[in-house]
């Protein structure tokens, strides 16, 4: 999986680098991956995921066993 968050499903964007002379070039914006261990309890296991920023803060929301819940559901292997 390239640069993709396993729990937002936030992708790289493209787009033109434009400089001051409005010359345009390709570029790509990055997601903020990280790679996070979470302790699961429902599965009793550590989890590996690579994450965003974003998708870090949304499990601080909803709760790990949630999140897991719903890739397992989505057929994600974890």
């Known amino acids: ?10 992708a790289p964007t493209f787009g033109h680098a434009v400089s001051h002379s409005h010359r345009r070039t390709k570029r790509r914006w990055n997601v903020n991956l990280q790679t996070k261990r979470y302790w699961v309890p429902s599965l009793s296991r550590h989890v590996t995921l690579r994450v965003s920023a974003r998708g870090i803060k949304s499990i601080d929301r909803r709760g790990i066993d949630a999140v897991v819940a719903q890739l397992l559901a989505r057929g994600e292997r974890i």
């Open 1 to 10: 999986m390239s640069g993709i968050c396993q729990v937002t499903g936030a």
